[in-house]
């Protein structure tokens, strides 16, 4: 079946740097792709839409300048953690959908634990 | 897309079947029934999904009651490893079956 890769599967970090995860449809294209951050013993929260060709759609209250999105081609997504807190530490999940809509899965990645130090 | 309710926690003994509930009481007629699972610390693994009839799997069986209002996702001989959170999700509609909203989820322990 379609697999989605995501990396690093875990990063730590000093505050103040950036780190980017990258999201990789590898047997299909995928002209959106989806960014979940999820807390511990907490369910996913949508966090944007990536689009390729055009500007990433952000959820309310998700800031834009620091959670940086760019879908580079029709398989890679990449989320660029900018100026990195601790607070930023979560587990950072993308997911891409399949080509026949809502009657075929959607794929997701193994996640990135990112932990900000 | 419509919102799920499931229980919060379920125990099952292993080998036995784990049967977990989902309302999904404003479903609209396109909308399809998704289950997910999530291991701890791993990105969501798909089971199963189905529109109107029963669907099976290798993994698991999707049992949509006539009305499509709720469901029943059930794990013929559970092991220690279906151990995880288990989502629910109703997909499809306006949505076009693009992002998945996940719910607070029902976390299954199996135990020996």
């Known amino acids: 079946g379609a697999v989605v890769s995501q990396h690093p599967s875990r990063v730590i970090c000093k505050s103040g740097t950036s780190v980017k995860i990258e999201c990789r449809s590898l047997d299909f294209q995928a002209t959106t792709m989806f960014w979940y951050r999820q807390f511990p013993k907490k369910s996913l929260m949508l966090m944007a839409t990536?689009?390729?060709?055009?500007?990433?759609?952000?959820e309310q209250g998700v800031e834009k300048d620091k959670f940086l999105i760019n879908h580079a081609s029709l398989t890679l997504s990449t989320l660029t953690v900018t100026s990195a807190h601790p607070e930023d530490s979560s587990f950072y999940i993308c997911?891409?959908?399949?080509?026949?809509?809502?009657?075929?899965?959607?794929?997701f990645g193994q996640g990135t634990r990112l932990t900000v130090v | 897309d419509a919102k799920t309710t499931q229980p919060t926690s379920m125990d099952c003994a292993e080998g036995r079947a784990a049967n977990l509930p989902c309302n999904h009481s404003?479903?609209?007629?396109?909308?399809?029934v998704y289950w997910y699972r999530q291991i701890h610390s791993q990105g969501p693994q798909y089971i199963i999904h189905?529109?109107?009839n029963n669907e099976t799997n290798e993994m698991a069986s999707l049992i949509i009651t006539e009305d499509r209002k709720s469901s029943t996702l059930i794990l013929p001989h559970a092991t220690l490893r279906d151990t995880a959170v288990y989502y629910c999700?109703?997909?499809?509609?306006?949505?076009?079956?693009?992002?998945?909203?996940f719910g607070g989820g029902t976390r299954l322990m199996v135990k020996p």
């Open positions: 404003t479903i609209s007629g396109n909308e399809y």
């Open positions: 999700i109703v997909r499809g509609g306006n949505n076009a079956g693009n992002m998945l909203t």
């Open positions: 990536s689009n390729e060709g055009s500007k990433a759609t952000y």
């Open positions: 997911s891409a959908p399949g080509t026949g809509g809502a009657e075929t899965e959607a794929f």
């Open positions: 189905g529109l109107k």
